[in-house]
């Protein structure tokens, strides 16, 4: 959300995390890394980097590799709606305070619409990058044609020019007899 580079690799490993977790600071984690830096089940999590706290979720270390974004005004609170007037992710404190009265959508809907957004264009796109690999492939032989063309002419010019007269000369003498 922050849009800073902490969140692109793991701050323990530098790998770019599979199950990434990000704490309330926005520092990021492999979920391995994160569970072996924290141990025990805490209340609070201290930033192996910053040493700033974040609460435990109910659910553990793996709560946090879940995909939950948490929100860039309220740091500790997770977004949970995209404001459709505004087209942000928002928390419940935005929702109630930036946001009242704009028309909000729990992010499960937004998800679940968008999949079928893609299911639904799938398919037309599909054909559109099959139609684009087959005309490279034409592109491709063509070029490959003028290619030979261009090296074969480089090197029998000298030959294939008094045949080529010859060619040219007959069919100008045809029409005439």
């Known amino acids: 959300m922050g849009g800073s580079s902490s969140t692109a690799v793991c701050s323990v490993c530098q790998a770019v995390p599979t199950s990434p977790c990000v704490l309330s600071c926005k520092h990021s984690f492999c979920l391995k890394c994160l569970e072996e830096k924290v141990g025990g089940h805490k209340k609070v999590i201290l930033c192996p980097v910053c040493n700033s706290s974040s ?3 109910a659910g553990g270390v793996r709560d946090l590799a879940e995909g939950h974004m948490m929100c860039h005004v309220h740091g500790e609170e997770r977004v949970i709606f995209q404001c459709r007037q505004c087209d942000q992710v928002i928390c419940i404190r935005c929702k ?6 704009h028309f909000t959508q729990d992010l499960s809907e937004v998800a679940a619409e968008g999949k079928e957004k893609i299911k639904k264009e799938l398919p037309r796109l599909r054909a559109c990058i099959k139609n684009m690999e087959q005309k490279v492939m034409i592109l491709e032989e063509r070029e490959k044609f003028v290619r030979d063309k261009q090296r074969g002419h480089g090197r029998g010019h000298g030959t294939r020019m008094p045949g080529r007269v010859t060619e040219e ?3 100008l003498i045809q029409p005439a007899e």
């Open 55 to 57: 609460e435990m979720p």
């Open 96 to 101: 109630l305070t930036r946001h009242e009265g």
């Open 169 to 171: 000369t007959q069919h």
